[in-house]
């Protein structure tokens, strides 16, 4: 479907998804506090050494942000040794994520390691009823355009697409969710990009959510989610890095502009 026959579709269905640019074309935000935090991840793009590379949504963001301090305590006790940073920004579409690559939050960085965990946030407020290929064809090439931008700004990195977790808010939205990770699983080639799908951990086959997984929310993960991430990335980053340092170089955590605002 071309960009104005989405628009057009999304006119006469109501739905908010197609409302949006196409996934794989960037967009900013445009409120003060993404303007900020945007400011604050360039700066910290410049700052100490970064040898992993983490990228997404409020998803990625929580764990290791000022902001979530039980969240930072369980990123320092997996990754410290490992100059990990985390550049996700809550609230974002893969269309703005490709926009903070595009915009300088990468450049320069030359991370060994990126993970990516991103698309959830393009099915807020979607009906996906008798679309679910349509639209999972739609997230994925949103996040496929992510890859081929996080391979031209860092090309000596590998990238653990990680794949999109299951969400409980909206049930309709699991086949749709099943359908992205087929696609990205597509996407790796096992060497510069690897595949990482957890969700066989998190949920059932029918997609309903273990006890413990997300916070009461249904799709946000708690620290039993966090860990089970760990677990599986840690092999990896040991393969590719070697055990954890003594010390670490990544720079500073940052947090939600808006939150360190309200603490003062």
Same mark, same amino acid.
């Given at each position: 479907?071309?960009?104005? /026959? ?13 409302? /949006? ?58 990754? !410290? ?5 985390? !550049?996700?920004?809550?609230? =974002? ?36 009823? #008798?679309?679910? =290929? ?16 996080? /391979? ?12 999109? !977790? ?19 699983? #597509?996407?790796? =080639? ?19 959510? !273990? ?15 966090? /860990? ?13 890095? #070697? ?12 947090? =939600? ?8």
């Amino acid at each position: 479907m071309k960009p104005l /026959q989405r628009l057009l579709f999304a006119i006469l269905v109501g739905n908010a998804m197609w409302a /949006q640019a196409p996934a794989d074309q960037p967009v900013p935000r445009t409120d003060a506090n993404s303007k900020l935090a945007h400011q604050q991840l360039l700066e910290k793009a410049k700052t100490g050494r970064i040898d992993v590379y983490f990228s997404g949504d409020s998803i990625t963001r929580r764990w290791g942000a000022t902001d979530y301090p039980e969240l930072l305590a369980h990123w320092r006790q997996n990754f !410290f040794g490992w100059n990990a940073a985390n !550049f996700g920004w809550g609230g =974002d579409t893969t269309q703005n994520i490709l926009w903070r690559l595009m915009n300088g939050e990468l450049d320069g960085v030359h991370p060994k390691i990126i993970v990516l965990q991103a698309g959830t946030n393009n099915l807020a407020g979607v009906s996906p009823s #008798g679309r679910e =290929d349509e639209i999972a064809a739609e997230v994925a090439r949103g996040i496929q355009a992510i890859l081929r931008v996080m /391979q031209e700004k860092a090309p000596g990195a590998v990238i653990i697409l990680t794949g999109v !977790f299951p969400r409980n808010d909206n049930m309709a939205l699991m086949p749709v969710i099943d359908r992205i990770n087929r696609i990205l699983a #597509g996407f790796a =080639d096992g060497k510069r990009i690897r595949f990482l799908n957890i969700n066989d951990k998190l949920a059932g086959p029918d997609g309903k959510l !273990f006890p413990g997984m997300m916070n009461p929310d249904n799709l946000h993960p708690t620290l039993k989610t966090y /860990q089970i991430w760990a677990d599986a990335l840690k092999p990896i980053f040991t393969e590719l890095l #070697g055990p954890p340092a003594a010390e670490d170089h990544a720079p500073p955590p940052t947090g =939600d502009p808006k939150a360190a605002r309200s603490a003062h």
